[in-house]
């Protein structure tokens, strides 16, 4: 089978073209193609499938197996690999998620794609503003967001310190999660700049999470710790984020999307 190594800001996934692959068993799949040892090594697995709603669909599997609706630097990755390969002749196109068709825009560079605007849609308030959680014990704040998948927002100092192996677990597994959820550790450096570690749902700490910024960026806005653009730093690079708080309401995330390398894998030795 066919794959392609792609990472948006170092959250890197295997993605499969479905236009000319089958994949039976994603799930499966992306637990075994994500193992750094025995496997390619990722943080999971997107397939680029048909659609009959947009111009192509989505799907993403965490390194556990288990799929999200959407996943921000995986989307920029698609949009890259259809505008690069041709399967799009546009620099504006849509991508069907289970979160619903999001709006891409391409900025190229000789014919190639090297930054992707996308349009995450209006983020959902999911937490009081903010909220009260103890976890091992320890009493924090947090403001939840949705932008199609959940994530929980705590501000702190000193995020470098964190021992996000040792505490992420217990956040992303809390009672108050039935679901599971992302965690994001935001120190706010001014106005127009914020710093993040994640702990994703599924994956653990990532060097970056697209909706994970988003989130962020949005909870930043709405608690007056930022304005409504900020620059997101993450352990992989920056994020653009722009929302447009008085406008549409919509939130848009701007950054890299870089192709690392295209391979084959005998499923059968995986």
Do not use: Q, W
């Given at each position: 089978m066919k794959f392609t190594k792609m990472q948006g800001i170092g959250n890197d996934y295997v993605y499969i073209n479905c236009f000319e692959e089958t994949v039976k068993n994603p799930s499966e799949l992306s637990k075994k193609v994500s193992d750094r040892h025995f496997g390619i090594g990722s943080d999971g697995l997107i397939l680029i499938c048909p659609s009959?709603?947009?111009d192509c669909r989505?799907?993403?599997?965490?390194?556990?197996?288990?799929?999200?609706?959407m996943c921000g630097n995986g989307i920029r990755c698609v949009g890259k690999y259809v505008f690069d390969h041709h399967m799009v002749e546009k620099t504006e196109f849509d991508v069907e998620t289970?979160?619903?068709?999001?709006?891409?825009?391409?900025?190229?560079e000789d014919g190639r794609a090297v930054k992707v605007t996308v349009d995450m849609g209006i983020p959902e308030v999911t937490s009081k503003l903010p909220e009260p959680i103890c976890v091992s014990g320890t009493d924090y704040e947090f403001i939840g967001i949705s932008v199609g998948n959940p994530h929980a927002v705590y501000y702190m100092d000193r995020i470098d310190e964190l021992d996000l192996e040792s505490i992420g677990p217990a956040f992303e597994n809390h009672e108050?999660?039935?679901?599971?959820?992302?965690?994001?550790?935001?120190?706010?450096?001014?106005k127009n700049y914020i710093r993040m570690r994640v702990w994703e749902r599924g994956s653990g700490e990532t060097w970056a999470c697209g909706t994970g910024a988003t989130a962020s960026a949005v909870a930043s806005a709405l608690s007056g710790r930022t304005e409504n653009t900020v620059e997101v730093e993450l352990k992989g690079g920056n994020l653009t984020i722009h929302w447009d708080r008085d406008?549409?309401?919509?939130?848009?995330?701007?950054?890299?999307a870089v192709e690392v390398f295209q391979?084959?894998?005998d499923i059968k030795n995986l």
């Open positions: 009959k709603t947009a989505m799907r993403m599997f965490n390194a556990d197996g288990s799929e999200s609706a289970e979160a619903g068709i999001k709006h891409l825009k391409v900025t190229e108050r999660f039935p679901e599971r959820t992302n965690s994001e550790f935001i120190e706010v450096i001014n406008g549409s309401g919509h939130v848009f995330m701007t950054g890299p391979g084959e894998f």
